[in-house]
């Protein structure tokens, strides 16, 4: 019996963060990622650990399915919920983590803004929040000990310099958007726009669209793109994998060959390797759900031993191009 749990879309309830003792880890030693010593045992550690939306795609998927195997490697009493992106229902899940007075939280916030009373709150009660991959907005940074995750600026700005190079600095390119009024999405957009309009004057913008992170929408938005633009598009950003690879099969579909559209995003996934391969992606980005979940975990055992932590900690990235795709390991998601 494990002492992981897996909520979906539901509030906290009292008896989901109880400890199922029976075969769990009991860690009574300090890991050496620590950096000081524990104030209670691993085996009673209670993190709460609130994910944006799981079922979206691949990554976020992975992320999850890597807190809980760590939470279990660890042998802490983790529960994970899945707000499936709503700011309201994750509001009442960080609610509900305060009420149980949990050791520390791990919040991938669905929001730059509606989270931050909660947060506050939560704060204000001596609960530790760590923010993961996404950040928080600057009026709710002050609750939080730290945030782990990507650089999504920079990784919008390599974007940029890898589609800018792969179009020799002119050409026409859409864009296929995240979520509106997500902070990853304002990043990946804003830092992207920027690097273009200061490095790559001459590519232009002929569209952009939201796709909200799902594949099958980006494939239906890059298809109207096609539709209005057709062979004037020489290049498409797409903000992550899982959306380019949905333009991938818009391409296929209006008879494109590999190569004939150069299409970017920030963070590769398994099948973006292959169809890097495959020639039809020409850039992405090196980003770990594995990683991103660890760093969290870490980070929230650390608060909540009142061990400092920095404001800011990255997980590792680096551009991926059909030059150098096989000195990287294929994405298991």
């Known amino acids: 019996m494990s002492n992981f749990t897996y909520i979906v879309s539901k509030p906290l309830a009292a008896a989901a963060l109880l400890a199922l003792s029976a075969g769990a880890v009991v860690a009574q030693d300090a890991p050496e990622w620590l950096g000081g010593e524990l104030k209670k045992p691993l085996s009673e550690t209670r993190i709460g650990i609130t994910v944006l939306y799981p079922g979206s795609n691949s990554y976020q998927a992975k992320y999850a399915e890597t807190a809980e195997d760590y939470a279990a490697e660890l042998g802490i009493q983790a529960t994970v919920m899945d707000p499936q992106g709503d700011p309201a229902t994750q509001f009442d899940q960080i609610q509900d983590m305060a009420s149980q007075n949990m050791d520390a939280m791990v919040v991938w916030p669905t929001s730059q803004n509606a989270l931050i009373p909660a947060i506050r709150n939560a704060s204000r009660a001596g609960i530790p929040v760590v923010t993961s991959n996404s950040p928080l907005g600057e009026a709710g940074r002050r609750y939080i000990e730290g945030h782990t995750g990507p650089d ?71 298809e109207t793109f096609l539709t209005q633009f057709g062979d004037q598009i020489d290049g498409v950003y797409a903000f992550d994998d899982g959306m380019a690879l949905g333009v991938v099969s818009a391409l296929q ?54 061990i400092e932590v920095p404001e800011l900690q990255e997980i590792e990235r680096a551009k991926i191009t059909p030059e150098n795709v096989d000195e990287f390991e294929r994405p298991t998601w």
């Open 253 to 306: 579909g209006a008879g494109k060959e590999p190569g004939d559209v150069k299409v970017v995003s920030c963070n590769q996934f398994g099948e973006g390797w292959d169809a890097m391969r495959e020639g039809w992606i020409s850039g992405s980005g090196k980003q770990s759900p594995i990683d991103d979940a660890i760093l969290a975990i870490q980070t929230a055992i650390k608060v909540a031993n009142g």
């Open 152 to 222: 999504d600026c920079a990784l919008a700005a390599q974007a940029a310099e890898m589609l800018g190079d792969a179009l020799g600095g002119q050409g026409n390119i859409v864009v296929v958007e995240g979520t509106p009024g997500y902070a990853v999405s304002i990043l990946r957009g804003n830092c992207f726009l920027d690097e273009l309009a200061d490095n790559y004057p001459d590519i232009e913008v002929l569209a952009s669209q939201t796709a909200e992170w799902n594949r099958e929408k980006a494939q239906t938005v890059t």
